[in-house]
């Protein structure tokens, strides 16, 4: 009997010890990489509002980040987001809060804050130019920085 308990019990603590080895490690703020999109790949994105790039993204009609409304097909209502593709994945944060040049957003692995400058000489005739600071955290507390 003492040994089948003991058995038992070896078993059990071996399958948590291989449980608690699988747990994934902190990701490094190195192993994030924003990855540039074009809008199109954003299904039900209506217009997007901003659309920002890294200066060494030369890709035409492609982005680094873009905000604008998702709206559902079936008439639901729209939902203001910030689109990012990290390490191949297109992230959608919904906006959480927002003041002037600066706005919050959130899903459930990724936290955001956005500041945007104007800059005093715009580029583009579409619009006014900005620089922006993107702080991305992860929800393991990892956090980096992306200057566009």
């Known amino acids: 009997m003492f040994q089948k308990i003991t058995l038992l019990l070896t078993l059990m603590s071996s399958g948590i010890v291989a449980c608690i080895a699988a747990e994934p490690d902190k990701i490094q703020s190195d192993s994030i990489v924003m990855n540039s999109f074009e809008v199109g790949e954003i299904p039900d994105l209506g217009h997007p509002v901003c659309t920002l790039s890294l200066a060494n993204n030369k890709k035409v009609d492609f ?3 873009v905000e604008g409304d998702i709206c559902p097909p079936d008439g639901r209502n729209c939902t203001y987001t910030a689109i990012m593709k ?8 919904k ?8 706005s919050v957003y959130r899903n459930s692995d990724f ?13 583009n ?16 507390n990892t956090v980096k920085r992306f200057l566009i």
């Open 125 to 140: 005739d579409e619009g006014s130019d900005v620089k922006a600071t993107i702080v991305l955290k992860t929800k393991q």
């Open 111 to 123: 936290y955001i804050s956005i500041k945007q400058t104007p800059m005093t000489e715009p580029n």
């Open 95 to 102: 906006q959480i809060s927002s003041g002037e040049n600066n």
């Open 86 to 93: 990290l390490n191949g994945e297109i992230a959608i944060l």
């Open 63 to 65: 982005y680094n980040y």
